[in-house]
């Protein structure tokens, strides 16, 4: 299997030093490993919000230094832990992704589908404002979902949300980008989570990788 991301001696402002890495193209990656460690810094190096000091980074063999950045979100997209909402009603909001990556409108349908996905029951008239933090995080992941990235980067997708909720709305996710062989790159504190719906994890500690693994699912 062909590699999406590789890094090559990466070294970043004392937080992250990484001699070599790879994640796989087509599977779920999670991202492990202690508050402060240095895993959401490594996140947005893999679509350029933040660049390394010294060394390389390849995605599906391009060098990152070369590639413009608007170009790269719009394959590689991110979801910060703290999702924007644009202002407008939630259909405007699922609408945006779409809007920035140069993608056409979808109709009401596939938006409530989308909406569906996340286990999130709004109307699509509804305004965001009273939305509570993990319904605006399952707000984001659908708009997320409706650009059809080639990569999702999420960032403590499930932080806001309770064990159970988590657990569907992260399922959902992960069989819909599963369906789509899309890849996607995860940090979780939810150790569980992680063993459940990944096929590798990282470990990092202290800016560095501890560990490294294939998860073996019965």
């Known amino acids: 299997m ?5 890094i090559y001696d990466v070294q970043y402002r004392g937080i992250l030093s990484i001699p070599r890495l790879s994640i796989e193209t087509g599977r779920i990656t999670s991202i492990v490993g202690p508050s402060g460690s240095g895993k959401t810094t490594f996140l947005r190096m893999l679509n350029k919000m933040l660049s390394p000091d010294r060394g390389k980074i390849y995605w599906q063999g391009h060098d990152l230094a070369d590639v413009e950045a608007v170009k790269l979100r719009r394959q590689v997209v991110m979801l910060e832990q703290t999702p924007v909402i ?18 056409p409108p979808v109709d009401d349908e596939a938006l409530r589908q989308a909406l569906a996905q996340v286990a999130l029951d709004k109307s699509l008239a509804d305004r965001p404002d009273d939305l509570s933090g993990g319904e605006r995080q399952r707000l984001a992941l659908a708009r997320v979902m409706l650009m059809q990235p ?9 932080a806001a949300l309770d064990k159970d909720t988590a657990d569907e709305v992260i399922g959902r996710v992960v069989a819909h980008i599963r369906d789509q062989g899309k890849t996607l790159v995860m940090v979780t504190h939810a150790q569980s989570l992680a063993e459940r719906y990944s096929d590798a994890m990282i470990e ?4 560095r990788v501890a560990a490294c693994r294939v998860v073996q699912h019965g």
């Open 204 to 207: 990092i500690e202290r800016g």
């Open 150 to 158: 080639e990569v999702y980067l999420l960032d403590e997708p499930s």
């Open 86 to 103: 644009f202002t407008g009603s939630i259909g405007d909001n699922l609408q945006q992704g779409r809007l920035f990556a140069e993608l």
């Open 2 to 6: 062909r590699a999406m991301f590789e």
